[in-house]
């Protein structure tokens, strides 16, 4: 099968898949431990992400056998992107505030585990679980903006599907103050964004249009739409929404301070 046929078939069965498991509401459906509980989690998928595929050597760029990078994925879940990426050699922190999720994350991909805890910078515990082979994950259930980089060591490179559009437009903000603040000068993000007519659907996922990344993270990132591809197809599957719906991927690099 060819890459556009693949990438196709993921898309197709991304949101076909999601649409057995969630209804449309006309509120945002942001009660996450229940989404987990409850199995609400359509967003989840099983192959990785075909655009992680594509685009990481952009956005591991400078990595080699010797410089293993600390990639770090906020807002996780239990993505196999994860995995993906510590097959090519990388460190994950993965951050998500529903412990199932992470345990799921564990026990899925039968790996090894250990819990403990550390300090960020304000000297609260965070949980942390190590897992994997040498330790090769760092998982940490809490919500994001607890763990900071005392917590997570220097951050090289972060993978963002599915998280800044996954935060209401009031949290946004921080969440872009919050990367800067966590990843080191030259670091690189790899972001999958949409941009849609948000009163057809009440998000998650929010549509976070080119104009909107600009003003949260211009500031202390370089920003490059890498690719944007019409997706309305797929959406139309899940979600009322069908004036357009147009699926960007973003390089972000972190400006020296
Ligand atoms: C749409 S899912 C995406 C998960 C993953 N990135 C993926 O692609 O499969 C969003 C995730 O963010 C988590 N989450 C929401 N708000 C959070 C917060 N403030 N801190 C940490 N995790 C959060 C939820 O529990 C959920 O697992």
């Known amino acids: 099968m060819g890459f556009i046929q693949r990438a196709s078939r993921q898309l197709a069965q991304l949101f076909c898949k999601e649409r057995l498991v969630m209804s449309s509401s ?8 229940s989404r987990w509980k409850d199995g609400r989690t359509g967003w989840h998928r099983d192959e990785v992400n075909d655009r992680l ?7 591991l760029e400078g990595a080699n056998a010797e410089k293993k990078l600390n990639v770090f994925v906020p807002l996780c879940g239990k993505t196999v992107d994860m995995l993906w990426l510590n097959e090519q050699g990388h460190h994950i922190s993965g951050v998500d505030l529903v412990r199932q999720a992470l345990d799921d994350f564990v026990s899925e991909n039968k790996l090894t ?3 403990s805890s550390v300090k960020n910078g304000d000297g609260e515990e965070v949980t942390l679980i190590k897992a994997g082979e040498n330790d090769c994950f760092s998982l940490f259930p809490s919500d994001l903006f607890k763990v900071d980089c005392t917590a997570l060591g220097q951050v090289d490179a972060a993978w963002d599907r599915g998280s800044y559009v996954a935060l209401s437009p009031e949290i946004r ?7 800067a603040a966590v990843i080191k000068p ?4 790899l972001m999958e964004v949409y941009d849609y007519v948000q009163s057809e659907h009440a998000g998650p996922p929010f549509s976070t249009p080119n104009d909107e990344i600009t003003s949260a993270f211009g500031k202390n990132f370089t920003i490059e739409i890498m690719q944007t591809e019409d997706a309305l197809e797929y959406i139309k599957l899940r979600f009322p929404i069908t004036t357009r719906f147009d699926r960007s991927m973003v390089l972000l690099v972190r400006k020296a301070n």
């Open 53 to 59: 595929v594509q685009y990481h050597g952009r956005l």
């Open 113 to 115: 585990s250990t819990v």
């Open 173 to 179: 903000p921080r969440y872009a103050e919050n990367m």
């Open 186 to 189: 030259g670091g690189r993000v």
């Open 26 to 33: 006309q509120k945002p459906d942001l009660d996450w431990e």
